[in-house]
């Protein structure tokens, strides 16, 4: 059991649109999910923190208006990076625990995000 | 501020043991723990809290040492698949900052 989804594994966009990405919990429900990036060759970075049902905590220096995460129900969470740029090119990667932030996390797999 | 990670690489045979250190300048609330393989997503080890623990994940440990502000991975008897590269990521004590280190690439040879 524990396994999370993600949805789509990669995706190019044009610069100015907009890209959702969904993290699915598939066997389990999700309290609490997570989303990172990851810049080629380079550490993980936190970008926030969702509990289901009420707003992301975001870490300092991530842009809430840019990066928009949505934990809608115990099973879903979707990140939609707004009016995205090359720089925003990057894997994004989502993890979920069934309890609290501190309990263990199970990660997706990874979405690859390219922006032309 | 990225807590210092240390070594950056290290090479072993199978069987053999490793440390991987991280260290931080600020006074930490918690230390995580993930590997990393090439291509892949990471895989969450641990999480160690304030108030100094150890914790064991079958042949890997880890400790914390809440007053010297760092934390230790212990891998025992390695296997060729903890080959990968090795995070920790620590919270500070007023929760504002989670912030991940370098990384420490381990090789496990046959």
């Known amino acids: 059991g524990a396994v999370v989804s993600q949805h789509p594994s990669r995706v190019i966009c044009k610069s100015g649109t907009s890209v959702k990405i969904e993290c699915r919990s598939l066997?389990?429900?999700?309290?609490?999910m997570f989303w990172y990036r990851q810049f080629p060759k380079q550490s993980l970075m936190l970008m926030a923190t969702s509990n289901e049902g009420s707003k992301a905590t975001y870490e300092q220096g991530v842009e809430k208006d840019k990066f928009l995460i949505n934990h809608a129900s115990l099973t879903l969470s979707t990140l939609t990076v707004t009016s995205a740029h090359p720089e925003d090119s990057s894997f994004y990667i989502c993890?979920?625990?069934?309890?609290?932030?501190?309990?263990?996390?199970?990660f997706g797999p990874g979405t690859r995000l390219t922006v032309l | 501020q990225q807590p210092v990670q240390s070594p950056q690489a290290v090479i072993l045979r199978e069987g053999e043991d490793a440390v991987i250190n991280c260290s931080s300048s600020?006074?930490?609330?918690?230390v995580h723990w993930y590997r990393q393989k090439h291509g892949e997503a990471p895989v969450f080890l641990m999480i160690l809290l304030k108030g100094g623990e150890q914790k064991g994940h079958e042949k890997i440990s880890a400790s914390f040492n809440e007053k010297k502000q760092q934390s230790s991975l212990y891998l025992t008897a390695s296997q060729l698949s903890y080959s990968g590269t090795y995070f920790c990521?620590?919270?500070?004590?007023?929760?504002?900052?989670?912030?991940f280190g370098p990384g420490t690439r381990l090789s496990v040879l046959p």
């Open positions: 600020k006074a930490l609330y918690s």
């Open positions: 066997d389990f429900q999700a309290t609490t």
């Open positions: 990521g620590t919270r500070d004590n007023y929760g504002q900052n989670f912030v």
């Open positions: 993890s979920a625990t069934r309890g609290g932030p501190t309990d263990t996390q199970y």
